[in-house]
């Protein structure tokens, strides 16, 4: 009885934690994609100095970094925070991944 | 006067236990529930419910500044993703872009919710942290940069 409550708890956990993951995997492609294409498209317009590094790297980091801090801080609490957290943490990424996406249009230098 | 005199600093625990609102809402929190059991006689709730006042107002001022500085992070989302596009031709792409500016609009509703209810027997400076990074981490820099060119 209390085993078969106990493994529901697990199955739900599991899968809050695997549909968070594909939704946070987005965003993180979405980094991951702007890291391999923007340097060379900038070398490519003479531009190749003024890569915006830092803002290239917050997309990449943001979505792992927000998953794990959300999965962390919902460590002992029931589904429904835990739920909470990590819908706050994907929005936060999202939010993150346009605030870099804008700054990089606004830091980009004129293209010749 | 205190409901719990097992220690110098139990006093700042108990206060950090409550939450402005609860005795309107009718509510005991579980944490404190026992202890206020054990407590004293009840004319003793009066004068901590005094004591308590200033930490409580300080908290709810705090409560109620943040929820003005995230209406205000709302609004700006909502119009940043008026400035923002994808170029993404893809049906994917597109929905998944719709989606990523649908979720940073409520990103600051989200946040002040779940710390609201997240905090209530956190200390008044853990909460006011938690409101603090939300509202760095959330900045509308879309809307921002634009009003700053």
Request: net charge negative.
């Amino acid at each position: 009885m209390s085993t078969g409550v106990v493994s529901t708890g697990v199955a739900s956990r599991v899968v809050v934690w695997v549909v968070f993951a594909l939704l946070y995997a987005y965003p993180l492609f979405e980094g991951i994609s702007n890291l391999i294409a923007l340097p060379p498209y900038y070398a490519a317009n003479g531009i190749g100095a003024a890569v915006p590094w830092w803002l290239l790297i917050i997309g990449v980091a943001a979505p792992v970094l927000l998953y794990l801090a959300a999965l962390w801080l919902g460590r002992g609490r029931e589904l429904f925070p835990r739920t909470l957290i990590l819908a706050v943490g994907l929005a936060a990424t999202n939010a993150l991944v346009l605030s870099a996406v804008s700054w990089a249009s606004a830091v980009q230098p004129a293209i010749r | 006067m205190k409901t719990t005199g097992a220690s110098a600093g139990s006093d700042d625990d108990d206060e950090a236990l409550r939450w402005a609102g609860d005795d309107l809402r009718g509510g005991v929190d579980p944490l404190t529930r026992n202890r206020v059991v054990d407590a004293a006689p009840a004319s003793d709730d009066g004068m901590d419910a005094a004591a308590a006042t200033p930490t409580n107002l300080a908290r709810t001022a705090a409560t109620a500044l943040f929820a003005v500085l995230y209406l205000g992070i709302v609004v700006g989302w909502i119009l940043s993703v008026q400035i923002t596009g994808s170029s993404a031709t893809d049906l994917f792409s597109q929905v998944a872009w719709q989606f990523g500016e649908f979720v940073a609009i409520i990103s600051g509703a989200l946040w002040y919710l779940a710390v609201l209810t997240l905090t209530p027997d956190s200390r008044t400076a853990v909460r006011v942290g938690w409101f603090a990074l939300g509202v760095g981490l959330l900045l509308p820099w879309p809307i921002l940069l634009v009003v700053a060119s």
